[in-house]
């Protein structure tokens, strides 16, 4: 599209129109594409703003940055702020401390798994852990079992030791999904501690934490 179909289309009602027009802003530069994005920031339609949100992290300027972070604070509909923390996690570790931030003050579980899995790919090991224990003293199960495999990704890393004991303590979890992740997340520790609790959870009430613990005997059979 060129930038007049563009400038028109972001303006016509129907909102399928003003989709298309933001995707096509990835061909331009920031000079053209950011001030467009801005714009849209306040679109009455959750969708074209969540397009605006990964239309920011194609454009990696200081005020697409600027404008993440609004979106993270103010929009008022979680999947455009998951959207938005999917892109601000593109500028690299300059993002992480706004990452956990965002994690601390925002509950929904969409968002903080969003966050969770955007660190991990990321590779920013101190704040993975900060943001797991966050997430496991919360209320969301989905969240909490997120946060299990979060720690199972520090095997290897600096937190190393720090996951395990978490690890260690959630293997006697009350709830099923999280002993079945916590022995999944133990498989990647090559540690004696480790090797004794999944021993442990193999023997375990529920035949889906029995199925995670027997994983790494079954792949290196």
């Known amino acids: 599209?060129?930038?007049?179909?563009?400038e028109a289309s972001l303006e016509n009602s129907d909102f399928q129109y003003r989709l298309k027009a933001i995707a096509a802003l990835k061909d331009y530069t920031p000079e053209i594409a950011v001030p467009l994005l801005k714009a849209k920031l306040n679109d009455p339609e959750f969708l074209v703003r969540s397009f605006v949100s990964r239309g920011f992290g194609q454009q990696k300027t200081a005020e697409s940055f600027a404008a993440?972070?609004?979106i993270i604070k103010l929009d008022n509909t979680p999947n455009v702020r998951a959207e938005a923390a999917n892109s601000l996690s593109l500028f690299g570790q300059c993002a992480a401390s706004h990452l956990v931030l965002t994690f601390i003050q925002d509950d929904h579980w969409l968002v903080r798994r969003s966050i969770l899995g955007a660190l991990v790919d990321m590779e920013c090991h101190n704040e993975i852990f900060e943001v797991c224990v966050e997430a496991l003293a919360g209320e969301d199960m989905t969240?909490?079992?997120?946060?299990?495999?979060?720690l199972g990704a520090l095997a290897g890393t600096i937190q190393e030791q720090a996951a395990l004991a978490q690890l260690l303590t959630l293997a006697g979890s009350e709830y099923e999904g999280i002993r079945q992740h916590?022995?999944?997340?133990?498989k990647h520790f090559d540690?004696?501690?480790?090797?004794a609790v999944l021993s442990q959870l193999r023997q375990d009430s529920h035949h889906r934490v029995v199925g995670?613990?027997?994983?790494?005997l079954l792949e290196n059979s």
């Open 1 to 6: 599209m060129d930038i007049h179909e563009i």
């Open 191 to 195: 540690h004696p501690q480790a090797k």
């Open 68 to 70: 993440l972070l609004q």
């Open 182 to 186: 916590t022995a999944s997340a133990l």
């Open 143 to 150: 969240t909490q079992e997120a946060a299990v495999d979060g």
């Open 212 to 216: 995670a613990a027997l994983e790494n």
